[in-house]
């Protein structure tokens, strides 16, 4: 799916072994961490764009190297309950895209649940963390399965 990564933007849905399938990050999906959402506003807001395209790109990563490690301790204080998927949300992005399944990230954990919506039966897969080695979903003869780098 790495080829279809540019036109995610615009369109999220894409056609997988005969599936249609919603993939997004994530975040938006966890809105019961309001700390996060808190965050994810600001940090994606005018002013801290503008301070960061003035900020030269190994300072930026530097910068983004330590909030990603105090962005891990907070996520290791967070109650499971508090980062988990709007159940409601989900359902809303799979009718509206007539989806089959919905594939996400950002709360990394490497799971998949079912989901009745509307009459039918779909599937939630959630990624695993990449910092664990890289992972993905593969959908071939109409099965999903998950798959870790250098395992299955």
Known sequence: MCGIVGILAFDPRVEVDGARVIVTHGDLLCTRDRRYQAFRRAVRGPAVRAIADA?????LAAIAGRARDASKAETA???????GLDAGRVRRLLLRGDADALVCGHVHWGVRHRMAVDGRERDVFVLGAWEDGANWLERAGGKWRFVKEGGA
């Open 55 to 59: 900020i030269p790109a190994g300072a």
């Open 77 to 83: 204080r967070k109650a499971y309950e508090d980062m």
